[in-house]
């Protein structure tokens, strides 16, 4: 199972809507948001993510299309590229693309595990 990752982050949910604290939970499968109250997080395969970093800021754009999909806050920039540091090694190397599939093929016989 691969090691999961965690950090504080805050979200804003949009003009006049205020924002909330959570954590983002970062594996080589899955990305999460588990916010701290309500229910609106969410869980996504990390392969269908980009990461873009910009200061203390995570824009988290649809691999498929470039389109944004959420922005995330962090603590503090040091946060912030701490999980750029993170995503990029998560990320398969174009010289590791057999084991991207192995890992893959691991994950959908073991999709029922918790996160």
């Not at 916010?35 to 392969?47: A, C, E, I, L, Q």
């Not at 970093?53 to 944004?68: E, V």
């Not at 912030?80 to 995503?87: R, T, Y």
């Amino acid at each position: 199972m691969s090691e999961i990752h965690r950090f504080s982050i805050e979200h804003n949910h949009g003009f006049l809507r205020g924002t909330c604290n959570g954590i983002l939970l970062v594996n080589f499968y899955d990305v999460e948001y588990k916010p701290v109250s309500g229910d609106h997080g969410f869980r996504m395969p990390f392969k269908a993510l980009i990461l873009k970093i910009d200061g203390q800021t995570a824009n988290l754009f649809f691999a498929s299309d470039n389109k944004r999909f959420q922005t995330l806050k962090l603590q503090n920039t040091q946060e912030a590229q701490k999980l750029n540091q993170v995503w990029n090694g998560l990320k398969p190397s174009p010289d590791n693309n057999q084991g991207w599939r192995s890992e893959r093929i691991a994950y959908s016989l073991h999709s029922q595990q918790e996160f």
